[in-house]
T-cell receptor, first 115, second 112 residues
Framework: NAGVTQTPKFQVLKTGQSMTLQCAQD?????MSWYRQDPGMGLRLIHY???????DQGEVPNGYNVSRSTTEDFPLRLLSAAPSQTSVYFC??????????????FGSGTRLTVV | GNSVTQMEGPVTLSEEAFLTINCTYT??????LFWYVQYPGEGLQLLLK?????DKGSNKGFEATYRKETTSFHLEKGSVQVSDSAVYFC???????????FGKGTMLLVSP
């Protein structure tokens, strides 16, 4: 089925470990982004990309890295996990970053716990 | 800066009651406005949108009108169902930009 696929769905990490959250879309969307969702905080933008090879920081980028080598994939890397990164992470994509009329398509999320 | 303010929840209603969830925004120019819904354990789904002043977005019985003069985009439904229980997010994309800014979300609980 077409859409945004996130893996894994659940993950427990120890403090200091590294991991990559995967995000893939098969809709040929230009724009991709990562959000984290925390209770009482809504969704906050971590990083985004307007096309392959182009990334930029959002509201809360510290502790996270991204790259966009293909149109389809936009992985989020945690280099040294901290308990403050315990959250639910959502990947979202959009057809054209210059045409927000299309809205965004969200993945089903990755629930990350750092102990 | 750009921001979205939503009424705090939870909003608790009986089935068939009228729903209003308030949303106001701060942004320069003419942003596009959205309502997203998140059902338990799921990601966000686009519920409706409006891209210019006085536009009315509608879907599944929900409506919201883009009011530039009051910088508001309130969500309404005439008769809620138990299946409408979810968290609702108001969001905007500023004119000329591509990033979504979300409100904190409002939980709706509908009882039979």
């Amino acid at each position: 089925n077409a859409g945004v696929t996130q893996t894994p769905k659940f993950q427990v990490l120890k403090t200091g470990q590294s991991m990559t959250l995967q995000c893939a879309q098969d809709m040929n969307h230009e724009y991709m982004s990562w959000y984290r969702q925390d209770p009482g905080m809504g969704l906050r933008l971590i990083h985004y990309s307007v096309g392959a090879g182009i990334t930029d920081q959002g509201e809360v980028p510290n502790g996270y890295n991204v790259s966009r080598s293909t149109t389809e994939d936009f992985p989020l890397r945690l280099l040294s996990a901290a308990p403050s990164q315990t959250s639910v992470y959502f990947c979202a994509s959009s057809y054209d970053s210059r045409a927000p009329n299309y809205g965004y398509t969200f993945g089903s999320g990755t629930r990350l716990t750092v102990v | 800066g750009n921001s979205v303010t939503q009424m705090e929840g939870p909003v608790t209603l009986s089935e068939e009651a009228f729903l209003t969830i308030n949303c106001t925004y701060t942004a320069t120019g003419y942003p596009s406005l959205f309502w997203y819904v998140q059902y338990p354990g799921e990601g966000l789904q686009l519920l409706l949108k409006a891209t210019k002043a006085d536009d009315k977005g509608s879907n599944k019985g929900f409506e919201a009108t883009y009011r530039k003069e009051t910088t508001s985009f309130h969500l309404e439904k005439g008769s809620v169902q138990v299946s409408d229980s979810a968290v609702y997010f108001c969001a905007l994309i500023p004119s000329g930009y591509s990033t979504l800014t979300f409100g904190k979300g409002t939980m709706l609980l509908v009882s039979p």
